[in-house]
């Protein structure tokens, strides 16, 4: 069974720093293009950060730009987001997901619908 693990996510206070996990069991996922995505209460599922599958091109979404800083570790099949300055407008659900057909360029931030493979997500709390 492929299954997307997140984990990470809890309270902090806002200009804090958390990050959060992406475990990947069933398949490997190491030639493929991940991503994060989350959605606030309310709110629409939005595109946070996606990674190439060896690392060498990332996307953010100019929400965190400067701030999250996306990576990956194929060996062990992870994936992580690093959240840095966090604000309480980052407060949302935070999932990963890999997109097993995707092979374009991150020209623009890939959308949802091209992603196949999701975790069921961890909740990010930025208390001010």
């Known amino acids: 069974q492929v299954q997307l693990l997140e984990s990470g996510g809890g309270l902090v206070q806002a200009g804090g720093s958390l990050r959060v996990s992406c475990a990947a069991s069933?398949?490997?996922?190491?030639?493929?293009?991940m991503g994060w995505f989350r959605q606030a209460p309310g709110k629409e599922r939005e595109f946070v950060a996606c990674i190439s599958w060896n690392g060498g091109s990332t996307r953010y979404a100019d929400s965190v730009k400067g701030r999250f800083t996306i990576s990956r570790d194929n060996a062990k099949n992870t994936m992580f987001l690093q959240m840095n300055s966090l604000k309480s407008e980052d407060t949302a659900v935070y999932y990963c997901?890999?997109?097993?057909?995707?092979?374009?360029?991150?020209?623009?931030?890939?959308?949802?619908?091209?992603?196949?493979?999701w975790g069921q997500g961890t909740q990010v709390t930025v208390s001010s």
């Open positions: 069933g398949r490997s996922f190491g030639r493929n293009t």
């Open positions: 997901a890999a997109a097993t057909s995707y092979t374009g360029t991150f020209s623009a931030p890939p959308q949802a619908r091209l992603f196949d493979y």
